[in-house]
Structure formats: structure tokens, C-alpha cells
């Protein structure tokens, strides 16, 4: 029996309310016992990790990542954004639609799997399309992808601009049980827009997206939920009527979830002050009040998960004229530490994090594993939060390098990343 003893470290775990210094014993890839330091897991067979002083986590899980394969692999390939997810911590990821070809089928479904197969080991779960092409016409094929592997559908990157279509989603999606997730843009409201607007814009001369092209489509996708009773989730939530309107639903009792990524509660528009492309996303950064609004959601509850938005791009599509420049920026390998700075602003509890980067999306995708507990898989994460350390994009392991966290100081990283008892990455 292949035993693994990971000796002495805090057990935090937001589903079972575990919160204390344990032993965890892995056998054969799932968690056979968690107890006590002093209790009878000991046997001198086991490999032992001693996490003395570290955080051990449920697996964190990142919802929302663009891997580029097939089609961009000199943006990403599977096997290196896996490798840039276990450097992050992540033992799970849901990787979106927008590649080329889209995946709307099985067979783009099938390749992303078996390309997760062969990469270092992190669980891939691929998000299909919500429409053929992503090209907002008609439905893709929900139970051929399903079947296939997808655990939900989104056409992110693009809209659904379409009511009706985006109400027939719902009411398919439901029947397969499939999660929606929204793009939430209207892109008549975006126009030409390169950041947000406001004064900002106007100085600098760049066309302007307004909080409305945001905030009119959550609006109507949480009329479209209410009509229709169908889970949805809205994803990278950036402004702060956007977080009134779902905090509002919520309230209401319907099937609503919410993301946001690190980038709206670390950054504002300030970040793009010098032209840097890098801090050009979609959506766009927006003021100090939207990020306090951000804050507030993700602190009373509104806002469930923090999902990376992982978006590579190469300097091809990066080293341009701002208006011209691609939108996204990378985000697995910064995202567990920008999000523990919430943690010593006093804005969130470590275990209300921990619950935000990997129960609740557990939940949220209806995982059949959420939280240490025996039985599950050993999938978990180490964490050092005392580790300081300056970012270099150019030591990740993620093919791209945008990201406007460049040269940044922060503390408390993973250390050590375990999916089904295997280890994946370990710095410690
Ligand atoms: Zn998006």
C-alpha cells in the first residue's frame, strides 16, 4: 500500500470546519485519515512531508483559465498551463472555450483531455461552448459534450447578445446539468473602448468602456436566471452595480454565483496611466469605488470565488499601440498571493479565502469530491505564508509573460501541490 504522512501542519478546510495542527495520511491517492499530531497516524512505511509551520489547504481550484491548445500554442499549451497551475497551487482547473478550433464539440473536448492526460498531472475541466463558434447563433451540441468531458458551458471571450438564445442555453444547459457562465458584456456599449471609462480616458486620450456595458447584461442574465431557474455564474465581476445587482438576486434565492479575479481587487485604472498593455483586460479596471464594491462582495458573501482569469498572449499581441493591444493577463502563478494580501487587510478570513479558491468553486462545478475528508482524493495544497518573494514573470511557468505584477513584493505562496496523492510541485 503506497502511504504518504504529511506531519504537523495547520489543516484548514472551510467544508469540514477542520482548522488545527494534524497529520493527513494519503493511501494509495485519497486521504485515509486526518487526526491529531499525537494520534496513531504513524508508520514508519509512510513517506513522510512535514508541513510543520505551513498551511494545508483542499486543493485550490482555479474556474475560469484560457489554456490556447489547440490552436495558440505559442501562447499556452495544456501541459504548461497545467505546469503554471501546480506552481500556483491549483490542482483543478476549468480551461475556456476560445480556442481554435472553439470547443463546441466532442472531439476539441476529447483533445484537451488527453493532452491534460500526458501534462504533469493537474485535473483539466473543460468548459464548452455555449454556442456553435462562439458566434452567438445557435446552441452547440450540450449532451455530445457533456458525455465528452465539459462541466460547463460559457462563450467567453464573447457575449451572448442574443436574449432568446441566451434563455434557450439556460433552459438546455439545465437539462444536461451544466453550469452557464456569463461573459457579461454589451458589446454596442464597448464600442472601440481600450479601458475603462472616465476622466482617466479622457487624459490619456483612449476610448472609454462604461460600468453599463457590464452591469446591463448581469441585469438581464439574472432576469434570464430567475425565468428560466437555471444555474448561473457570472464570471470576472469587475463593477460595483454589477455586485449591487447580484448581491440583490441572491437575496432573492436564485441559482447565482459569482467570480471576480485578482486583478479588480489589487489593481484600478491607475495601472494603465503609462500605456502598460499588460494591465489592458477584459473586462476593463475600473475605479477605487468599483474595487471597495468588489471588496464589500467578496467580504459579505456576494462574491463566491476568486477565479485567475488566466489569459496568456505573446508579445505580438501585447507590444502594440494600447487600442490595438489584446485584452488579458496572466494570473495562475500570482493569484493565490495577491488574494492572501486580502487576508492581512482584514477583509477576508483565511478560511473564507481558502473557500473562495476551492470549495466553492467545488460546489459551484458539483465536484464529487469538495474538502479533506476520507475517502477523497488527496488533492491539496502547502502553503508558506510567511514565504516573501518579488515576482519574475520571467521564472514562471506559463509560456506568456503578461502580467503588470512584474517586480511586486508579496508574501505567502504555495510550496508543495498534491493531486490524487501525487505530488506536482514542490518549492520547499
Ligand atoms: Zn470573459
Known sequence: MKQTLIKGGRVLDPETGIDGVMDILIENGKIAEIGNEKSKIQNPKSKII????????PGLIDIHTHLREPGHEYKETVESGCLAAAHGGFTAICCMPNTEPVNDNQSVTDYILRKANMAVGVRVYPVGAISQGLRGESLAEYGEMKSAGVVAVSDDGNPVMNAQLMRRALEYAKGFGLLVISHCEDRNLTANGA?????????????GIPNAAETVMVARDIALCELTDAPLHIAHVSAEGSVRLIRDAKARGLQLTAETAPHYFSLTEEAVMNYDTNAKVYPPLRTDRDRDAVWQGLRDGTIDVIASDHAPHSSVEKDLEFDAAANGLIGMETSLPLSLKLVEMGLLSLKDLIAKMSTNPARILELDYVGLKRGNPADLTIIDLEKKFTVDANTFCSKSRNTPFNGWELKGKAVLTMVRGKIVFDDR
Open 50 to 57: 512535514d508541513a510543520s509551520g505551513k498551511l494545508v489547504t
Open 195 to 207: 479601458m475603462n471609462e472616465g476622466a482617466t480616458a479622457t487624459r490619456l486620450g483612449l476610448a
